[in-house]
Structures are given as structure tokens and as C-alpha cells.
């Protein structure tokens, strides 16, 4: 949704400037034609996982997620051999058959729940937990909890720990489990299974020697990583995660994500600089929503050199504000396509107090029809924050 009108601007302000209990109900508000235009295009749609796709060049089985990494290719002095890296430029001919399913499945059941907790229609949550059934349930179409074969490389790996980030779309789809529970489109039975398939997960997270590569990461993987052991803790009740996770947060990523002034190093050296500036700043956002407690408010926190989410706020918002001031190259690659909603000003706007960012937010388009716009903008639903 983008707008140009300072009226609408104002208007939209007035509605979401509030105390953050009443947020949902502001942003229904907001929202509602959007949730239900997705929420009834999915309600056409039946449910299709990985299954579906089998990829002959998987060292996997059927039930086993399998991509390829986005910037490799073949190499033009020995084209049969190991393929070579193109930093920033993805490769179309690569298998991403699995990827778009788990994206459509982030899609259509956060829609289908927010639609649910927006208008009280069964319709809406019984279609979600058809699709959360086929994904972590049914047998003959189960996704297996693991990421062993995510972003392959030709003649070079079978699966790396880089590959986990593909699961971020799993974030939201956690939050949507959430929310689902209170209704009884599920039975207490299926809500075990499903908790479990996560549970499962995350101990494959924590501890699979690619669960531990992609943890300590230092870029935007390792923030990524810890989101979903973030996510699929709160959901699964592992307080011990939980508490690892926040400590890691303000020990780990922080410090090292961080420059003194709020940028973003690592992102910013990249090809892609702004998308990945802005990607990160999601991840480090959604993690202070997800683990931030009266006692332990991560928006507040700085480190002892003064390194904070208030000042990677500061850093960014003028360039997601006024693209044109950005101070570095344009991204090799989708650079017009970016700011979309970003999550990271709505969030922040709440807890920092800060209208601005609340006001820049609303004037954002919140969907895009471009698929790599699409895979990397992972908090599409703010109803259900």
C-alpha cells in the first residue's frame, strides 16, 4: 500500500499511533483489504509441499528441502565442472521449486489466519490448518525437519549451513501457528504434532554441524539463524532457547553486526548493500519483537560501546526515507524495487516511540509482485505481531 497524500499519511498515523496493546486492532484496520484479498485468492488453492517437486540433482529424499545457491554458476573454462561464484547475481537456471513452495506456504497461511483473526470466519483458519497438516503432519507430504540439502553447489557440496536462511519464511508461518491455537481449527492432537515438527527442527537447528556453521555466521545468516531458534522457541515454550537467544542477541550479534554509528558493515560491503542493509535490519528487528521482555527490553539495550537497535534505526531510516541520498553504489541487482513495508520501522516505531518511523511505514507499498523481493521481505502480516 504506498501513498502519496499527507492527508492519508496523517490519517494512517492517527490510526496506528497507539498504545501497543491496541495494535492489532489499528493495523485490522489498516490491513483488511489487503489480508483478505490474499486470504481469499489462497482459499482457492490447495495445499502443495515439497513433495510435489522431486529434484533429481537432491542428495536427498522426497521429503527433504533441497536449493541451490543463488550466485554460483557454471564456470566458462570447464563448463561440466564445479560451478563458480557470481557475488550478488543469481543464476535462474538453479532449482527453486522447493523454495517457492515453502514461500507460497509463508504466504497463504499467515494471510489465512490473519483473515481468520480479523473476521471470525472458520473458513479462513480451517484452510490454514490444512495446509499446516500437509507441511509438518501428513505423512505423504511432510516437509522432514531438516535443512541437510538446502543450497547446494554443483560439484562442489550437497548442502551448506548458508542454506538455513531459506527457513526464515518459516518465522511468520510460527507466528500464525500461534495465533491459530486459540481457535479449534486444529485439534489439541494435530497442535502436538505440529509444536513437535518444530521442536524436531530446532534441535536439528542447534545442533547439526550446519545448524552450528550457519549460527556463527556474522552476517545476516547468523541474525537470520537466530530469529528462527527465536521463532520456533516461542512457539515451541523453550524458555532455555529463549533466554540463550537474547543473550546471544545483545553478546553476539550485535557487536558484531553493528558499527559504532549504527551502520551495518558486512551487509554493506556486499553488491547489494541497501537490500541487505534493509533485510538485516528485519531479521535484528523481528528478534528484539519476538525476545524482548519488561525486564530484558533488547530495543533499549546498547552494549558497552554504545552500539544499539536505536541506532541502527537512525542509521537507515533517512535512506529508506529518501533513497536517493544513499551514500554507496546501487545493488547490482533489484535496487528500484526496494524499500516495501518494512517491519523494522513498525516495530520500532512502537517500542522507541518514534511517529516518524510509524508515519514512513504506512507510505510504503506492503506487497510486491517481484520474487526476489518477495523471498527477502519475510513479516508480511503485522496483524498477527
Given at each position: 500500500?504506498?501513498?502519496?497524500?499527507?492527508?492519508?499519511?496523517?490519517?494512517?498515523?492517527?490510526?496506528?499511533?497507539?498504545?501497543?496493546?491496541?495494535?492489532?486492532?489499528?493495523?485490522?484496520?489498516?490491513?483488511?483489504?489487503?489480508?483478505?484479498?490474499?486470504?481469499?485468492?489462497?482459499?482457492?488453492?490447495?495445499?502443495?509441499?515439497?513433495?510435489?517437486?522431486?529434484?533429481?540433482?537432491?542428495?536427498?529424499?522426497?521429503?527433504?528441502?533441497?536449493?541451490?545457491?543463488?550466485?554460483?554458476?557454471?564456470?566458462?573454462?570447464?563448463?561440466?565442472?564445479?560451478?563458480?561464484?557470481?557475488?550478488?547475481?543469481?543464476?535462474?537456471?538453479?532449482?527453486?521449486?522447493?523454495?517457492?513452495?515453502?514461500?507460497?506456504?509463508?504466504?497463504?497461511?499467515?494471510?489465512?489466519?490473519?483473515?481468520?483473526?480479523?473476521?471470525?470466519?472458520?473458513?479462513?483458519?480451517?484452510?490454514?490448518?490444512?495446509?499446516?497438516?500437509?507441511?509438518?503432519?501428513?505423512?505423504?507430504?511432510?516437509?522432514?525437519?531438516?535443512?541437510?540439502?538446502?543450497?547446494?553447489?554443483?560439484?562442489?557440496?550437497?548442502?551448506?549451513?548458508?542454506?538455513?536462511?531459506?527457513?526464515?519464511?518459516?518465522?511468520?508461518?510460527?507466528?500464525?501457528?500461534?495465533?491459530?491455537?486459540?481457535?479449534?481449527?486444529?485439534?489439541?492432537?494435530?497442535?502436538?504434532?505440529?509444536?513437535?515438527?518444530?521442536?524436531?527442527?530446532?534441535?536439528?537447528?542447534?545442533?547439526?554441524?550446519?545448524?552450528?556453521?550457519?549460527?556463527?555466521?556474522?552476517?545476516?545468516?547468523?541474525?537470520?539463524?537466530?530469529?528462527?531458534?527465536?521463532?520456533?522457541?516461542?512457539?515451541?515454550?523453550?524458555?532455555?532457547?529463549?533466554?540463550?537467544?537474547?543473550?546471544?542477541?545483545?553478546?553476539?550479534?550485535?557487536?558484531?553486526?553493528?558499527?559504532?554509528?549504527?551502520?551495518?558493515?558486512?551487509?554493506?560491503?556486499?553488491?547489494?548493500?541497501?537490500?541487505?542493509?534493509?533485510?538485516?535490519?528485519?531479521?535484528?528487528?523481528?528478534?528484539?519483537?519476538?525476545?524482548?521482555?519488561?525486564?530484558?527490553?533488547?530495543?533499549?539495550?546498547?552494549?558497552?560501546?554504545?552500539?544499539?537497535?536505536?541506532?541502527?534505526?537512525?542509521?537507515?531510516?533517512?535512506?529508506?526515507?529518501?533513497?536517493?541520498?544513499?551514500?554507496?553504489?546501487?545493488?547490482?541487482?533489484?535496487?528500484?524495487?526496494?524499500?516495501?513495508?518494512?517491519?523494522?520501522?513498525?516495530?520500532?516505531?512502537?517500542a522507541l516511540g518514534r511517529p516518524d518511523y510509524l508515519a514512513l511505514w504506512a507510505t510504503l507499498p506492503a506487497d510486491s509482485s517481484v520474487e526476489e523481493v518477495t523471498r527477502n521481505f519475510f513479516i508480511r502480516q503485522p496483524v498477527l505481531w
Open positions: 500500500m504506498a501513498s502519496d497524500s499527507p492527508l492519508l499519511t496523517l490519517l494512517l498515523l492517527c490510526c496506528l499511533w497507539t498504545p501497543a496493546s491496541a495494535q492489532p486492532l489499528d493495523i485490522a484496520r489498516l490491513d483488511q483489504p489487503r489480508i483478505l484479498r490474499v486470504a481469499d485468492a489462497a482459499l482457492a488453492e490447495a495445499p502443495v509441499t515439497i513433495t510435489a517437486f522431486p529434484s533429481p540433482r537432491s542428495s536427498g529424499g522426497v521429503h527433504d528441502f533441497y536449493s541451490e545457491g543463488d550466485y554460483w554458476w557454471p564456470n566458462p573454462a570447464n563448463p561440466s565442472g564445479p560451478y563458480i561464484q557470481r557475488d550478488g547475481l543469481t543464476n535462474p537456471d538453479n532449482f527453486v521449486a522447493h523454495r517457492r513452495a515453502l514461500v507460497r506456504l509463508s504466504l497463504q497461511v499467515p494471510a489465512l489466519v490473519a483473515a481468520w483473526k480479523t473476521t471470525g470466519e472458520q473458513r479462513y483458519a480451517r484452510h490454514a490448518a490444512a495446509h499446516l497438516r500437509a507441511w509438518f503432519i501428513d505423512p505423504g507430504t511432510r516437509l522432514n525437519p531438516n535443512l541437510q540439502y538446502a543450497q547446494a553447489i554443483f560439484g562442489k557440496t550437497t548442502g551448506r549451513g548458508i542454506g538455513i536462511i531459506d527457513t526464515v519464511h518459516l518465522v511468520e508461518v510460527a507466528r500464525a501457528i500461534e495465533v491459530l491455537q486459540e481457535g479449534d481449527a486444529l485439534s489439541g492432537k494435530e497442535r502436538q504434532q505440529i509444536v513437535a515438527w518444530f521442536s524436531d527442527y530446532l534441535h536439528w537447528l542447534t545442533s547439526s554441524k550446519n545448524g552450528i556453521e550457519e549460527r556463527e555466521a556474522k552476517n545476516n545468516h547468523g541474525s537470520c539463524w537466530l530469529l528462527q531458534v527465536a521463532a520456533f522457541a516461542r512457539l515451541t515454550g523453550d524458555q532455555q532457547l529463549l533466554a540463550y537467544a537474547r543473550e546471544r542477541f545483545k553478546k553476539v550479534l550485535l557487536p558484531t553486526q553493528l558499527a559504532a554509528d549504527g551502520s551495518q558493515p558486512l551487509e554493506l560491503k556486499r553488491t547489494k548493500p541497501y537490500g541487505y542493509a534493509l533485510f538485516n535490519l528485519e531479521a535484528l528487528a523481528a528478534l528484539c519483537r519476538i525476545l524482548s521482555t519488561p525486564a530484558d527490553n533488547l530495543w533499549t539495550y546498547v552494549t558497552p560501546d554504545g552500539r544499539g537497535m536505536a541506532k541502527a534505526m537512525a542509521w537507515m531510516a533517512p535512506y529508506i526515507r529518501n533513497k536517493a541520498s544513499w551514500p554507496l553504489p546501487a545493488d547490482v541487482m533489484y535496487f528500484e524495487e526496494w524499500p516495501m513495508r518494512q517491519s523494522s520501522l513498525l516495530f520500532a516505531g512502537h
